[in-house]
Nanobody, 123 residues
């Protein structure tokens, strides 16, 4: 089992920045590819970003490319999402997820999920 806990969400004005963190515990964190996802009210959960277990490969949704950066620190069992130039349409609950294969993360089929953290961007 892997337990994931997100933090760092909040209210920010459009154009601002936030850094989300996802702390992992349980099985060896470095064995897992990690991803960030989000779900806005009335919408399905969507892929945001993913990172390989080494951190050497990353993928982003087109909607966040150039504005968001995913990173990880295996020594701290943590993955991060730096969000810059935030827009009102980025408002959502953000979740981190983990699974063994990076392509599975990109496909949204994570084995483990956190409880989510709310990000609200005001115009």
């Amino acid at each position: 089992q892997v337990q994931l806990v997100e933090s760092g969400g909040g209210l920010v004005q459009a154009g601002g920045s936030l850094r989300l963190s996802c702390a992992a515990s349980g099985r060896t964190f470095s064995n897992y590819a990690m991803g960030w996802f989000r779900q806005a009210p009335g919408k399905e959960r969507e892929f945001v970003a993913a990172i390989s277990w080494t951190g050497g490969t990353t993928y982003y949704a087109d909607s966040v490319k150039g504005r968001f950066t995913i990173s990880r620190d295996n020594a701290k069992n943590a993955v991060y999402l730096q969000m810059n130039s935030l827009k009102p349409e980025d408002t959502a609950v953000y979740y981190c997820g983990a699974t063994n294969l990076l392509r599975t993360v990109v496909g949204g089929k994570c084995d483990y999920w956190g409880q989510g953290t709310q990000v609200t961007v005001s115009s």
